[in-house]
């Protein structure tokens, strides 16, 4: 009786190195060293199975894995079976000292040793509903990205053909589309392929398009639209910038002060000190990578000097005197600053980075003043 009363009060820290077929599983319990269980299938029932072997063996169990292309589904599996479970950062995880050997061994046992000692990082996970919603933003990302590449393509094809347009005929213009029905290339061949390449550019375009109509869909049913129409009372944050926010930062109360996002974001300095040498290099871009790119593409409209336009001016119609306000000061403030900058360094670039990481804190401030959702944020 003894010895079944101890084991009930045994906590247990697992350690779970995930692989798309396989999780290699370590534990740690009380002082002594972490020992390896061995590996189980990364499937549903041979999770539940495990959880439910192991929960024979101890009391309370605490489990963490690092966040990797396998996503959010395991920890949501725990959650469900009532067990603690952590996602940690990668990144920020402390690698030991010593021979470089890395396997799912090792790795594992790392993991249920570093969760004991409460060495290790968490991340925000999103709910399913608001991780299907940022799945929808990176899909337009993507989107976005094949039709440059599909675009620089069919432009080197012309180059290399000695096809250009008119001098006066810039890209993107209902003229500059024009000429380029009219280009006839010299062989058949040569011509196949600017055919296709016209009609790669044009099915990336329509992708594009479907995706932002869907995410416009989504955002006039969302539990977060009086964020997303709060945020667009800042210049340069339209309705895409805006979700696409959302959907990367989440709820922004997670952060205590603005520095912490700008810190997520990777908007802060590097710095390297010792002694009285103090040395701050570029940003660290550590943080989630699509909220900084659409976070510096708003930050550049802080070079025109401020003013309410018939644009922002309908984006604040319905909104509060307090977030105008915020609104109209973050304009000010951000243009003096990006005016200083460009200045001092001549470096327009650099500047609207930094402008960025003040953006952040106005993005911060205004996320405070608006409820958060009491459902999920797609509609069903």
Not at 36 to 52: S, T
Not at 158 to 182: C, D, E, F, I, M
Not at 185 to 206: G, I, N
Not at 340 to 363: D, Q
């Amino acid at each position: 009786m003894r010895k079944e009363s101890v084991v009930k009060q045994d906590k247990a820290f697992v350690g779970l190195d995930v692989h798309r077929e396989k999780i290699a599983v370590a534990i740690a319990v009380g002082r002594d060293a972490p020992h390896f269980e061995g590996v189980i299938l990364n499937r549903p029932e041979a999770v539940r199975k495990w959880v439910h072997a192991v929960r024979r063996r101890y009391a309370q169990l605490e489990v963490t894995y690092e966040a990797g292309p396998c996503g959010f589904v395991l920890y949501r599996q725990f959650e469900q079976l009532g067990v603690s479970c952590r996602v940690v950062a990668p990144s920020l995880t402390p690698m030991p000292a010593g021979p470089r050997i890395k396997t799912d061994r090792r790795d594992a046992l790392l993991l249920a040793r570093l969760l004991r000692s409460g060495d290790l990082t968490s991340i925000w996970v999103p709910d399913a509903e608001h991780e299907a919603l940022r799945d929808l933003v990176r899909a337009r990302e993507a989107a976005l990205a094949d039709r440059v590449r599909a675009t620089n393509r069919l432009r080197k094809l012309l180059l290399r053909a000695g096809a250009q347009p008119p001098l006066r005929v810039k890209p993107n213009t209902r003229a500059y589309q024009r000429w380029l029905a009219s280009v006839q290339l010299p062989y058949p061949t040569q011509q196949f392929v600017l055919d296709e390449s016209r009609a790669a550019v044009a099915e990336c375009q329509a992708r594009v398009q479907r995706l932002e109509d869907e995410l416009r869909r989504v955002m006039a049913s969302s539990a977060y639209a009086p964020l997303l129409a709060a945020y667009q009372c800042l210049r340069g944050v339209g309705p895409l910038t805006a979700v696409t926010l959302v959907a990367e930062l989440g709820d922004l109360r997670r952060f205590k002060s603005p520095r912490a996002l700008m810190s997520y974001a990777g908007l802060v300095p590097s710095e390297y000190s010792s002694g009285d040498t103090r040395h701050r290099g570029a940003l660290t871009k550590a943080g989630n990578a699509h909220a900084r790119r659409v976070l510096v593409e708003a930050a550049w409209h802080a070079r025109h000097s401020p003013r309410v336009g018939l644009g922002l001016e309908r984006r604040q119609a319905d909104q509060s005197d307090v977030l105008r306000a915020l609104s109209w000061k973050a304009q000010k403030r951000l243009h003096a600053r990006y005016a200083a900058l460009v200045h001092r360094t001549h470096n327009p670039p650099k500047s609207a980075a930094a402008v960025a990481r003040e953006l952040v804190g106005f993005v911060w401030a205004i996320a405070q003043h608006v409820p958060p959702p009491s459902r999920q944020p797609l509609a069903a």
